[in-house]
């Protein structure tokens, strides 16, 4: 396992923008694919966008497809999201996690690192 450290998130009017940050400790970062996830009051943890160990395969929810953008840093074994054209229903407690695996998934039993979660606000 990994240990994950989640940063960047905060109160934003809606059309604003956020990037969130997850620094990682341990020596094999690169073998982990990434995901993160968000988890709003009352609702279940869903995944927003997940890359690959090489960072050239990403996936996206719908929700978020076209306004979100993962990516990685393997040499400062950092995993980031940039959120853009913010919505308020993007309010919600963000968690990244590794799972070890080098292919993208969007499996929630395949992560098995979870960070302690950055809360993310969108006003209207």
């Given at each position: 396992q990994v240990q994950l450290v989640?940063?960047?998130?905060?109160l934003v009017q809606a059309g604003g923008s956020l990037r969130l940050s997850c620094?990682?400790?341990?020596?094999?970062?690169?073998?982990?694919?990434?995901g993160w996830f968000r988890q709003a009051p009352g609702k279940e943890r869903e995944l927003v966008a997940?890359?690959?160990w090489?960072?050239?395969s990403t996936y996206y929810a719908d929700s978020v497809n076209?306004?979100?953008?993962?990516?990685?840093?393997?040499?400062?074994n950092t995993v980031y999201l940039q959120m853009n054209s913010l919505?308020?229903?993007d309010t919600a407690v963000y968690y990244?996690?590794?799972?070890?695996t080098v292919v993208v998934t969007t499996r929630l039993?395949?992560?098995?690192?979870?960070?302690?979660?950055?809360?993310?606000?969108?006003?209207?």
């Open positions: 989640e940063s960047g998130g905060g620094a990682a400790s341990g020596r094999t970062f690169s073998r982990y694919a990434m997940a890359i690959s090489s960072g050239r076209g306004r979100f953008t993962i990516d990685r840093d393997n040499v400062k919505k308020p229903d990244c996690a590794a799972a070890p039993d395949d992560y098995d690192s979870w960070g302690q979660g950055t809360q993310v606000t969108v006003s209207s």
